[in-house]
Structure formats: structure tokens, C-alpha cells
């Protein structure tokens, strides 16, 4: 047995040895008053063998040598008491058989087990003592508490209290009691509902509402928080972090509703809490029959699908078992990563990577030719708005000419549904990147009115991303690493935010409901204020804003709005069945015009004169302004701006 062979398993063995034959000895001195009867006397010396290799061999299967005694926890014990009793059992079933147990007393028996699980579990816990003691450790509540429930692996079990005593508490608390490894012992839950207070569950008490955490940290010596309310509002997500964070006790939570892909709360989606936890977004509720309908069994190609929103849409359309799907992307190590993901957890979803790039109109004809694609994802774009503002001949190639190039192919090969990814810049552009991404929605929705064609373009249009990449959020977190400051371009800037999943989620909807030439946008809910989000990630941070990191502005960048709008001038918002989800009247711009300007877009692209380019969007969106100005900051850190709002705010939903 080669596990069992490290350097101290003879003492081990030797020390198991001496106190199996002393505690055979000892019920032998108990039971006859320390005067053992002489035939009893060669019954204990001829039965000794028997009782020291059936213990032995106990001990073995019941892995108590596979620890270290220095280590020595509640679960060690309750093995050696196993170990004790088995062995006990099966020496008295081999004397039943042998000699049918007579002139055997049955007393000795009992006593030798009790004895022996006394000896051998003593000199354990008197080992893990030594060390304790050795090094000078201080033997509190709290250090007698981990000296008894530390594991043989040597980590420590941590008393946990579940926020939450709803469906979630309760499935993590099975998941717990099911999984000693994952070294957590439940204390009990806290929830607000009148109707739980005293109640229990599988056991463990509601020791109270939120206000009252504080207090149940102190009085059940809490290691640690677990937040499991996956249903948890914008409001009650601060409160419960607010009690959090005055107990000074770590804290983690399980994900929204949104985005825990399959519904099902595990203990594998615990994380840290993080801003995305503070939105307060409601979970999306799809139509999953719909969306199983066009993507099942299906050939589905997603272009950008390295990014955040291009590899979380493949987690989800692999949800759906399409046949096969296709991952173009020009990004060589993120293709890697999200191939190896994919292939790993869905092994029955057949995962092609290509890797390409949008541009090359070559390439896309093979990739179409050979895989046939029946629905089409185009989430490839460029999307850094100062980064496009320097290059705008990027955004051109990219934005538009990838944009063109991709529908082009979705329309040769037939493709049945193409969906492209667009962004709420592309209302009213203040910027190039905005403006390429309008230009990219007329392709598309004039694509879909062109003579003889059977492809459904259709386009969905959101805002920001929270945890995309080049999101604020990430910038912040750096920052706030570094000990700030942390920089805020305006005071009075806002932004609509929304959960990777949920974005994704949302899309995989659209796609299902459009009938082609439809303009989805996505209930954002009410724009943040972006120097509130900085606060609150400074606080989640465990810091005071203003007081341990300060909040600088630094002015809008070039082609930055204050607010941003989903809708346009001249589009009317229409409901739709789903409640998260609307859409827009629009028509298709004169194709020929569109297709003149866009050539002319060529050559400005290829020389890379920015500022001509820059007059030839605006030539073809007209509400294309980059020469708008940024309102001035006229107050100092924390103050208001004075800035009328209604000057700058569009029209949001």
C-alpha cells in the first residue's frame, strides 16, 4: 500500500499497537476487580493476535493513517470510534462462529472497546495539543472551536450563517451538510420575514432579521457570511451589506437569478460580492421553447466570440444543444480559452474555432462555405470610444466594412436569422465609435429589404455592460488597488447598466422573436450615476470615499455624452410580449445612397484621414455631432454641477 508509506507510519502503527493490547488488558483488569482468573488470563493472551490484526486492519479501512495526528479533528475521532466499534464486532462474530462464544465474557468485550477508543483517540487529540501548546497559541473559545473541528488536511471548518432562509438558503445548506470538504458548519439563518423568526431549518434556527446580524456574528462566534438571496432588490442587497460590513466578519454571496444560467443556486456560483450584486436586476424570465426552436440542433456562428458578450452568448445558445457551434474571433489566446471551456462543459455540442478576422471577406466565404451557418450572432466590434476617436479608420474597417462583409455572407449562404449587437451610442453619435455603429445598423436593416433576400436581420441594441471588457467597473477596481484616486470624467454623467447574462439572455430572446427587420432595445431600468458607482465599489472595498481613496473628475473625454439614449428621432417605441424587451419602428434609408457614401468611406479608410472621415459619417447620420462640446465642471469633488439636465438628457426608455 504505497499511500501508507511515509516516514512516521511505523510509530503510528507501534503506538496503535501498545494501546490496542493495553486497552485489551485493562477490560480484562476491570471486569475481575484487578484479579484476573488464571484460565482467563491465557484467554486474554491467546485471543491478543486476533483482537491486534482485526483493530489493525479496521484502522486501515477506515483511513487512520492517511492523516496527521497533529491534526486530529472531530471527523478523525468519529473514525477511530467507527473503527472501535467494527472491530469490536467482528471479533465477537469470529468467536460466535469459532466457539460459539462460550466461557467468554461479554463485559470485556465492551469494556475493551471503550478503552480503546479512549486510548487511541487520546493520544491523538494529545499530540494535536503538543503542537497547540508548542506553538505558543492562545487556547480561546474560538481556538478550542478549530482545534476540534480542524480538518486532517489542516484547514480549518468555518462557522457560517446563511443570509437568506428561502429556497437558496436552504438548497446551499444541503449542498453544505452533503460536502464536509467544503469546511463549512452552518450556524444558522437570518432572514427579515416575520413568519420564519424562531422557525428551523433541516435543524438550524432563524436567529433573526438583517438589523440583527451584527449581534449573531458576535454571540455565535461567525466566521463567515453567505448571502443567498438570489432574488435580493438594489435596496435590500445595500442593506444586507451595510449589516455586513458592520460586523466585520468576511462575506460572500450566491449570483442573481440572472445570472445563474440554469436557475439552479449551487454552491459552485458562491463569489464575492461585487457591483453587478448592487443593480438589483430582476431575472430574466425567456421563452424557452421559442429560443429552443431556432437554435436546437441547429448550426449557430458567433462572431467576436472571445469577448464578453460574444463568449457569454456561447455559454448560453450551448445550453440550447445546437449541432454545432462555430466561434470566429481574431483574439488567438481568448479563442483558445472559450474553445477549451466550451468543449469541456459541453462535450455533446459539437465547437469549431475559427480563428478570422471580419474583414477578410475570403475568409468569411470559407468559413460560411464550409460550416453553413444557420443563425448568425455578430457581437465583433470595435467599442472603446477615445481609442476610435484617435483611429477613426479602424472603426470604419471594423464596424462597418466587418459589419457589411458578415451580412453579405449571411445573405449569399441563406443564413436564416442574423442578429447583430449594437449599443445605445449608436443613438444620436457624439463620437466615431457611435456613429460606425449606427452606419452598421442601416446596413443591416437595408440588408433585410434587399431584392430576393430570405435571411431575418434583425438588431438588438442595449447599454452599458457591467464586467465588460473596458467597462468602468474594472478601471475602477485597479484603481481603488492602488489606492486612488478614483478618477470620474463628470459629476453629473450617467449611464444605463445591465449584467453580462441578462444582455446575453436578452439577445438569445430577440433572436427568437424577430421577424426581420426589427430594432430591439432592452429595458435598461433607470440610468446610475456614475460617481455613485464609484462610491459604492470604494465602500464594497471596505474604504470611505472621499475619506481612504478620494473621487477626482477629470472631464468627458472626446466624443463623451452625459447621458445616453436608446432611441432616435423619428422612432417609436412598440411593446412587445416580453416585458424586458421593445421594439422600434423604423424603416430602411435609401440602399443606393447608403452604399455610395460607404464607398466613398473606402479610401478615406485606407489613407487614414480622420477628419474626413469624420465628415463623411456625419454625411450619412445626419445626427452624427462630433463637435459637441462637454459642459465644464463647476463644482469641486462631491459638489453638483448646476448643469440643467434637460439641456443634455435624450429620450431614454
Not at 511505523?10 to 477490560?27: K, N, Q
Not at 431549518?201 to 463567515?224: F, N, S
Not at 465547437?351 to 471580419?358: A, E, R, S, T
Amino acid at each position: 500500500m504505497p499511500g501508507y508509506l511515509y516516514k512516521n507510519f511505523v510509530i503510528m502503527i507501534a503506538a496503535d499497537l501498545f494501546l490496542i493490547s493495553m486497552a485489551w488488558y485493562g477490560a480484562h483488569l476491570l471486569r475481575f476487580n484487578f484479579d484476573i482468573p488464571v484460565a482467563q488470563s491465557a484467554t486474554l493472551w491467546r485471543l491478543l493476535p486476533l483482537i491486534l490484526g482485526i483493530k489493525i486492519l479496521a484502522f486501515f479501512l477506515f483511513d487512520l493513517y492517511q492523516g496527521m495526528w497533529r491534526y486530529t479533528s472531530l471527523a478523525d475521532l468519529w473514525n477511530v470510534l467507527k473503527a472501535a466499534a467494527v472491530a469490536t464486532a467482528a471479533v465477537i462474530l469470529v468467536l460466535l462462529f469459532v466457539h460459539g462464544f462460550a466461557g467468554y465474557s461479554r463485559s470485556v468485550f465492551i469494556l475493551d472497546w471503550l478503552l480503546t477508543v479512549v486510548g487511541v483517540a487520546g493520544v491523538r487529540v494529545g499530540i494535536r495539543l503538543y503542537f497547540v501548546w508548542s506553538g505558543q497559541e492562545p487556547l480561546s473559545l474560538k481556538r478550542w472551536r478549530r482545534l476540534l473541528f480542524w480538518s486532517s488536511g489542516g484547514r480549518s471548518i468555518k462557522r457560517l450563517l446563511i443570509i437568506g432562509a428561502g429556497d437558496g438558503g436552504e438548497k446551499i445548506y444541503r449542498e453544505i451538510q452533503g460536502n464536509p470538504r467544503l469546511g463549512y458548519e452552518v450556524v444558522g439563518f437570518v432572514d427579515d420575514d416575520p413568519a420564519k423568526a424562531y422557525l428551523h431549518i433541516h435543524g438550524k434556527p432563524v436567529l433573526g432579521g438583517v438589523e440583527d446580524i451584527g449581534a449573531v456574528v458576535k454571540r455565535m462566534d461567525v466566521d463567515e457570511i453567505l448571502i443567498a438571496i438570489p432574488s435580493a432588490t438594489s435596496g435590500q442587497m445595500r442593506r444586507i451589506l451595510a449589516s455586513c460590513e458592520e460586523a466585520e466578519v468576511p462575506f460572500k454571496t450566491v449570483p442573481g437569478m440572472g445570472e445563474l444560467i440554469d436557475g439552479r443556486v449551487t454552491i459552485n456560483a458562491i463569489r464575492e460580492v461585487s457591483y453587478r450584486d448592487l443593480l438589483g436586476r430582476e431575472a430574466v424570465h425567456l421563452e424557452e421553447e421559442r429560443i429552443g426552436a431556432y437554435l436546437k440542433g441547429g448550426r449557430v456562428l458567433v462572431t467576436g466570440a472571445a469577448g464578453s458578450i460574444g463568449s457569454e452568448l456561447c455559454r448560453q445558445i450551448c445550453r440550447f444543444r445546437p449541432e454545432s457551434l462555430i466561434l470566429f474571433e481574431r483574439n488567438e489566446s481568448g479563442l483558445y480559452d472559450v474553445d477549451i471551456e466550451l468543449k469541456s462543459h459541453f462535450e455533446e455540442v459539437r465547437i469549431v474555432p475559427v480563428l478570422g478576422d471580419i474583414r477578410d471577406r475570403g475568409q468569411l466565404r470559407k468559413v460560411f462555405s464550409d460550416c453553413r451557418p444557420q443563425v448568425v450572432f455578430h457581437a465583433a466590434a470595435y467599442k472603446h470610444v477615445p481609442l476610435m476617436e484617435l483611429h477613426p479608420w479602424k472603426a470604419v474597417k471594423n464596424n462597418i466594412l466587418g459589419t457589411i462583409n458578415v451580412a453579405k455572407m449571411a445573405q449569399a449562404f441563406a443564413v436564416e436569422r442574423f442578429v447583430l449587437v449594437s449599443t445605445d451610442k449608436a443613438v444620436r453619435p457624439t463620437n466615431v465609435m457611435g456613429a460606425s455603429k449606427r452606419v452598421a445598423e442601416q446596413v443591416v436593416l437595408n440588408a433585410c429589404h434587399a431584392p430576393g433576400n430570405t435571411t431575418r436581420f434583425m438588431l438588438v441594441r442595449f447599454g452599458n455592460v457591467v464586467g465588460s471588457i473596458g467597462s468602468v467597473v474594472p478601471l475602477f477596481q485597479k484603481q481603488i488597488e492602488r489606492g486612488g484616486p478614483v478618477t470620474v470624467t463628470h459629476p453629473e454623467v450617467t449611464r444605463y447598466f445591465m449584467t453580462i447574462p441578462e444582455a446575453c439572455q436578452l439577445i438569445l430572446q430577440a433572436g427568437a422573436m424577430g421577424e426581420g427587420g426589427e430594432v430591439f432595445i432592452l429595458d435598461m431600468g433607470t440610468p446610475i450615476k456614475i460617481v455613485d458607482m464609484a462610491r459604492d465599489l470604494i465602500r464594497l472595498s471596505g474604504f470611505e470615499p472621499d475619506v481612504d481613496i478620494p473621487v477626482e473628475y477629470i472631464g468627458l473625454r472626446p466624443g463623451e455624452k452625459l447621458y445616453e439614449e436608446l432611441i432616435t428621432e423619428g422612432e417609436g417605441i412598440v411593446p412587445t410580449r416580453h416585458e424586458k424587451i421593445l421594439v422600434l419602428k423604423t424603416h430602411a434609408c435609401d440602399g443606393n445612397r447608403l452604399q455610395s457614401l460607404i464607398q466613398d468611406l473606402v479610401p478615406l479608410a485606407q489613407g487614414q484621414e480622420g477628419g474626413a472621415i469624420k465628415e463623411k459619417l456625419k454625411e450619412i447620420v445626419p445626427e452624427y455631432d462630433p463637435a459637441l462640446e462637454p459642459p465644464p465642471i463647476l463644482s469641486e469633488v462631491g459638489g453638483a454641477t448646476g448643469v440643467a439636465g434637460d439641456q443634455v438628457r435624450g429620450r431614454g426608455v
